[in-house]
Each structure stands twice: as C-alpha cells, then as structure tokens.
C-alpha cells in the first residue's frame, strides 16, 4: 500500500479485503470533504457514533456533524474483514489510522450495511487511551 502523507489530495485506499464498493466510497467522499456525499451513502436513519460525542442519526445531521468535527482529518484504512453477513446485513470492521495536523490515532470503523448496500451503522473506535490523546492539547 501507497505511504500516506498528510499532503496527499487524493488518499489511496486499498482493501482488498473489503470488497465492499460503500465502505470504499466512505473512506474517499470522506478525505475529499465531500461530506453531503458521506451521508447520501447511510440509510436514511443511518447513524455515526463518533468517538466522545453522542450517535449522530439521520443523513442531515450526519452531514452537518462531519462538516463540523471531519474537516481537515484524513482518514487511513489501512486493512479490513467481514465480521458477519446474513440476507439482512452485513458488518466489517475496518484497521487503520486518522490523520490530524498535531498527530495520527490508531482506529477501528465498525461499518454495517443493510442488503441495499446503505450504511446503517459506522462506529469509530479510538486504540488510545484519553490521557495519550491529552498529551497533544495545546490550549
């Protein structure tokens, strides 16, 4: 896979084992700030549940939570696998990393689409704890 820098425009997105074409699309409207784009790709009461904050729910306010908090983050998925897929959903959990100016954060994205390839659900998962993030307040 492509080293990801800060400065990459377009960010590299390679999951072979994620052949899930949403999940892809996720990953590159989110690093191209496209996040209207971001939310049309959940259900219509799809929900975020961001790190810290409460579960956002519903492709508006989804919107709006992303333009808000996303902007200027870049996402790195770096590997992934299928957790379960039945004729209702399915569910993948996704490795990798989030870029901010100050420092990178190791990630998990829990993703579930419904048989309509819409995501119902993506949670994300912070592998720091709080004081190792506290470490990078500069206020």
């Not at 072979?16 to 191209?32: K, M, V």
């Not at 700030?33 to 009461?45: K, N, R």
């Not at 810290?52 to 919107?63: L, S």
């Not at 996303?70 to 039945?86: D, I, Q, T, V, Y």
Request: overall charge negative.
């Amino acid at each position: 896979m492509k080293t990801i820098s800060w400065e990459d425009a377009d960010i590299f997105i390679n999951l072979e084992s994620i052949p899930e074409a949403t999940i892809i699309q996720y990953f590159r409207t989110l690093n191209n700030s496209e996040f209207m784009t971001t939310a049309q790709l959940f259900a219509e009461q799809g929900r975020l549940n961001p790190p810290f904050d409460k579960t956002v729910q519903g492709r508006n306010e989804i919107a709006q939570y992303l333009e808000k908090e996303a902007k200027g983050m870049r996402f790195c998925p770096e590997s992934g696998e299928m957790l379960s897929s039945n004729s209702i959903e399915t569910q993948d959990q996704i490795q990798g990393k989030v870029q901010i100016k100050l420092f990178t954060v190791n990630v998990t994205w829990l993703i579930q689409l419904n048989s309509a390839k819409e995501i119902t659900m993506v949670e994300v998962k912070l592998l720091a704890s709080l004081n190792d993030l506290l470490k990078f307040n500069h206020s």
